[in-house]
């Protein structure tokens, strides 16, 4: 793989200052053998200034360095497109071809190449590897019983089909197939491309017709086989994919990328066992040298959730030791290094994989349509709309929760939170109790079926760090703006001082403030806070008294029912302290004052029992939402949550 020089033109046009300067920082990247940041510079650059030559030029250069011989082939393509003038383009993008696996674009490259540079250094090495292509061409296409010439046109347009395919030029695939097709309507291999095509364009219906036909021609076909048990999974058609997959598993057919395009269909199928089966079968009738990238990609997922990390590590290397630039292989191992509890791994496809660019567009006008209307209820109509066009989305929700990457969960949960489809809500409760994705995402999850009163409030299991946890649950809202609760704004006012002193533990400043505000309003519940004020200053008789009194003049008060509790918690009466705390979890919007009240108050009836994992649970709850809340310390060393390294960074803050 040659790196691009840059070429002898005559004056070129003035670049835009930001792509010089892009340019030159991609360059000094490049010189540093930083490959991946200068490519997502020179990509960037590219999306903002398509088709400029210095831009491509460095991007070939970049996929050099970074072994892209998919990113390298597209680059120089386009370089060539703008100009045919330089015979080390011409040579590499024939190069390319070869790496790429496509012999008959790769030979009329040769042929550009000498034609019009016969007497290059290169120019014999150039004329032996275009022989050894032709004779291969030859021998493999020899079946078909054509005129060499017609064969070789043949070759080089299915060859073109899969070129704009792999760089998702689908316009110019479907034209280059349906050409082809028009002359040889039996071709299997362009009806396969076609099929493949219509999919990645979101036409599932034309795909499938277009395989089954193959089928009527060829019934063992493998590429149809494998691409029909794909289509009809995400069609929703579960049954029938199964059927198809044993079909294709029973196939005995050879095929170009035999194994891959087997393992591929199973891999959508989530069948471990049957994928495990391929690679010992694959490795018995010694297919070794025929392992792909993908291959090795897929039967990795498959030892991993068969519980063998290990060795799924090693073939995740191996398929980047082949294809350095696999991502998939490359995602997967960098997951697998994080911390067990933010892992998502394994996957074996991305959501694009799943979901087409077409239904992803269709779901955004549907979340536009409702966000234009800023109206929440109407969001939820259009993509409702959105998903009786597309029940597959349903049935297909489960698997991406199972076996998708982070963007395959978010897009179900993003979904579901949209629609509140009854029968998503359903898969979803199945994620979030399960042991599948991040910590996070099964949180939001759990969360989500809370609020829709699908998981009950209390105590639930969740997976979480690699173990099971009792996780609090509750269907409230914690919200900073405080309650009107008095006509007189400036008693409103004094209030809301008052509750901002009692929170700085300032007892003397909230007494005063509360005390002129009960001249004005001597009626309301919430200015008899004042029993906190005393307990700042050390006055607890003064107010046990005044709370006892708040809790029974005003026995739906919140905070008069909190006051009560603990007060039986000091007397040893924990039953009734639980009773009156738990009577408080139904309620559906606490403030944040509420909020701290009542975790503050649970940690120590837990405490005075002595569950410290209770109590702890009741701390992370609290903590969550606020983390820098100073009533935590309180409690921080009781419940177990104080280490060294955190009173480090505390003191430091400080």
């Known amino acids: 793989m040659a790196k691009k020089k840059a070429s002898q033109r005559t004056m070129p046009p003035p670049l835009p200052r930001r792509v010089v300067e892009g340019l030159y920082e991609a360059e000094r990247l490049l010189d540093k053998r930083q490959p991946e940041a200068a490519r997502q510079l020179l990509d960037d650059l590219d999306r903002r200034h398509p088709g400029l030559a210095p831009v491509l030029e460095l991007l070939v250069n970049a996929c050099v360095d970074l072994q892209d011989m998919l990113g390298y082939e597209w680059a120089l393509y386009r370089l060539l497109k703008i100009d045919q003038s330089d015979p080390d383009a011409t040579l590499g993008m024939a190069g390319a071809y070869m790496a790429n696996f496509r012999p008959a674009l790769a030979a009329q490259a040769f042929q550009r190449f000498l034609g019009r540079w016969p007497d290059h250094e290169r120019a014999s090495e150039a004329r032996k590897t275009l022989a050894k292509i032709q004779a291969a061409l030859h021998e493999e296409m020899d079946e078909l019983n054509l005129p060499e010439s017609e064969m070789f046109d043949l070759a080089l347009q299915n060859e073109e089909v899969r070129f704009f395919m792999d760089h998702q030029q689908y316009r110019q695939a479907r034209q280059v197939a349906e050409k082809l097709l028009k002359k040889h309507p039996s071709f299997v291999p362009a009806i396969n491309n076609l099929s493949q095509v219509h999919a990645l364009q979101g036409e599932a219906g034309q795909a499938i017709a277009l395989s089954e036909r193959v089928l009527e021609i060829a019934p063992d076909n493998v590429h149809a086989l494998s691409n029909l048990t794909r289509l009809l999974f995400l069609a929703g058609r579960r049954g029938e994919a199964a059927h198809m997959a044993q079909r294709m598993k029973d196939s005995r057919a050879p095929a170009a990328d035999l194994w891959t395009k087997k393992a591929e269909a199973l891999a959508y199928l989530a069948d471990h066992d049957g994928l495990l089966e391929l690679y010992h079968r694959s490795r018995s009738e010694g297919k070794s040298e025929e392992e792909s990238a993908l291959l090795l990609h897929l039967i990795a997922v498959a030892m991993h959730n068969k519980g063998r990390e290990c060795e799924a590590r090693r073939l995740w290397r191996q398929a980047l030791k082949i294809e350095p630039s696999f991502e998939l292989a490359r995602q997967n191992l960098d997951d697998l290094d994080r911390p067990i509890g933010e892992r998502n791994a394994p996957w074996a496809f991305s959501l694009h994989y799943w979901i087409t660019e077409r239904i992803l567009?269709?779901?955004?006008?549907?979340?536009?349509?409702?966000?234009?209307?800023?109206?929440?209820?109407?969001?939820?109509?259009?993509?409702?709309?959105?998903?009786?066009?597309?029940?597959?989305?349903?049935?297909?929700?489960?698997?991406?929760?199972?076996?998708?990457?982070?963007?395959?969960?978010?897009?179900?949960?993003?979904?579901?939170?949209?629609?509140?489809?009854?029968?998503?809500?359903?898969?979803?409760?199945?994620?979030a109790l399960g042991q599948r994705g991040s910590d996070e995402l099964r949180m939001q999850a759990a969360e989500l079926l809370s609020e829709e009163g699908i998981l009950p409030w209390g105590s639930v299991s969740l997976w979480v760090k690699g173990e099971w946890k009792d996780i609090l649950m509750f269907n409230f809202e914690i919200t900073p703006e405080a309650e009107v609760l008095h006509k007189h704004p400036k008693v409103q006012?004094?209030?809301?001082?008052?509750?901002?002193?009692l929170r700085e533990k300032d007892g003397r400043r909230a007494q005063e403030l509360l005390e002129e505000a009960i001249a004005l309003d001597p009626d309301s519940p919430s200015l008899h806070n004042l029993a906190m004020a005393y307990e700042l200053q050390g006055q607890p008789e003064k107010a046990h008294a005044m709370i006892r009194e708040i809790h029974t003049r005003f026995p739906d008060y919140f905070f008069g029912i909190a006051g009560a509790a603990r007060l039986a918690i000091k007397a040893g009466d924990l039953d009734t302290a639980h009773a009156l705390l738990n009577s408080l979890l139904e309620r559906k919007r606490l403030h944040v004052s509420e909020f701290d009240t009542l975790c503050a108050a649970q940690i120590e009836a837990f405490l005075a029992g002595e569950n410290q994992e209770a109590a702890r649970t009741w701390f992370e709850l609290w903590e969550r939402p606020d983390p820098e809340n100073p009533k935590l310390e309180v409690y921080r060393w009781q419940v177990g949550k104080g280490s060294p390294d955190w009173l480090l960074k505390r003191l430091a803050r400080k």
């Open 361 to 431: 567009r269709e779901l955004y006008q549907a979340l536009k349509t409702g966000a234009r209307r800023k109206n929440e209820q109407v969001a939820r109509i259009e993509t409702g709309k959105f998903l009786q066009q597309h029940p597959e989305l349903i049935s297909l929700a489960p698997h991406l929760l199972a076996h998708g990457d982070a963007k395959c969960r978010e897009f179900v949960l993003n979904l579901v939170r949209t629609t509140r489809d009854p029968a998503l809500l359903g898969t979803l409760r199945e994620f």
């Open 493 to 501: 006012a004094l209030a809301e001082e008052a509750f901002y002193a």
